[in-house]
């Protein structure tokens, strides 16, 4: 769907053929996103700006992110672009870990990046949110602008109305995020969330923290299903990484 279509789509009501068509393109493209993800295997997602560049120190933590997140066993998932995204996916990729991405089309395009074991290009960023949601045990949070907020915020909402299992939220970036956690605090006061949904968070700027804390919490969640030899599918796990230590559901 073009930026044109897109717009046409929010603006209200269309004919119901229009409506219908779009429906029909959502499911497609749902089914081609779970074709292409389904046996990735349990998955950590990290969300962050694409706009920081090879050498930012943002850029080298998310990098160090993936690389631990890849030697405790678990799938690399990320938006699939540049900046936080492609450190993170390169470092799973450069430890022997496995690297995937929910790619989205933009008006400027955005190029998958080149350390992406397998990943799916998708045209709505409602569609890539559920993906990325999906297939993923763990969430890490780096800094980031409008759309790592957007993602952050709903997995926290999707976690804390049960819509989701209470899977961890590691946010990285204590001083950039420091101004959050104040709001946070600020609504906390005002009764608009709970006590109880702030231990939903584990904010920290170590790595090492993030991979135990991780390690610590998955323990209860379940695995992922093995590919169908009937349906030609086969999966993508590296041999030479570990398989991660969780209970079946």
């Given at each position: 769907?073009?930026?044109?279509?897109?717009?046409?789509?929010?603006?209200?009501?269309?004919?119901?053929?229009?409506?219908?068509?779009?429906?029909?393109?959502?499911?497609?493209?749902?089914?081609?996103?779970?074709?292409?993800?389904?046996?990735?295997?349990?998955?950590?997602?990290?969300?962050?700006?694409a706009r920081f560049p090879e050498g930012h120190p943002?850029?080298?933590?998310?990098?160090?992110?993936?690389?631990?997140?890849?030697?405790?066993?678990?799938?690399?998932?990320?938006?699939?672009?540049?900046?936080?995204?492609?450190?993170?996916?390169?470092?799973?990729?450069?430890?022997?870990?496995?690297?995937?991405?929910?790619?989205?089309?933009?008006?400027?395009?955005?190029?998958?990046?080149?350390?992406?074991?397998?990943?799916?290009?998708?045209?709505?960023?409602?569609?890539?949110?559920?993906?990325?949601?999906?297939?993923?045990?763990?969430?890490?949070?780096?800094?980031?602008?409008?759309?790592?907020?957007?993602?952050?915020?709903?997995?926290?909402?999707?976690?804390?109305t049960g819509k989701i299992q209470d899977f961890p939220?590691?946010?990285?970036?204590?001083?950039?995020?420091?101004?959050?956690?104040?709001?946070?605090?600020?609504?906390?006061?005002?009764?608009?969330?709970?006590?109880?949904?702030?231990?939903?968070?584990?904010?920290?700027?170590?790595?090492?923290?993030?991979?135990?804390?991780?390690?610590?919490?998955?323990?209860?969640?379940?695995?992922?299903?093995?590919?169908?030899?009937?349906?030609?599918?086969?999966?993508?796990?590296?041999?030479?990484?570990?398989?991660?230590?969780?209970?079946?559901?």
């Open positions: 769907m073009t930026e044109s279509n897109d717009k046409a789509f929010y603006a209200g009501p269309n004919s119901r053929i229009r409506e219908f068509k779009f429906v029909c393109r959502v499911m497609v493209e749902f089914i081609r996103g779970f074709r292409a993800l389904h046996f990735s295997g349990p998955c950590v997602t990290v969300f962050g700006s943002y850029y080298v933590r998310a990098h160090q992110v993936g690389e631990a997140v890849a030697r405790l066993g678990f799938t690399v998932m990320t938006g699939g672009g540049p900046g936080i995204m492609e450190a993170a996916n390169r470092g799973a990729k450069e430890a022997g870990g496995v690297s995937i991405g929910c790619n989205i089309q933009l008006p400027a395009e955005q190029e998958p990046n080149a350390y992406l074991d397998r990943y799916v290009t998708l045209e709505h960023f409602f569609v890539r949110k559920v993906l990325l949601f999906k297939y993923s045990y763990a969430f890490v949070i780096l800094p980031g602008g409008f759309g790592t907020m957007d993602e952050f915020f709903e997995v926290l909402t999707l976690v804390q939220l590691i946010v990285m970036g204590k001083d950039y995020y420091a101004k959050l956690r104040e709001l946070l605090d600020e609504m906390l006061k005002a009764g608009t969330i709970n006590a109880a949904d702030m231990k939903y968070l584990h904010f920290t700027d170590s790595v090492e923290d993030m991979s135990d804390y991780i390690a610590h919490t998955v323990q209860k969640f379940g695995v992922t299903p093995r590919p169908s030899r009937i349906l030609g599918e086969s999966g993508i796990r590296s041999t030479s990484m570990p398989e991660p230590k969780i209970t079946p559901r």
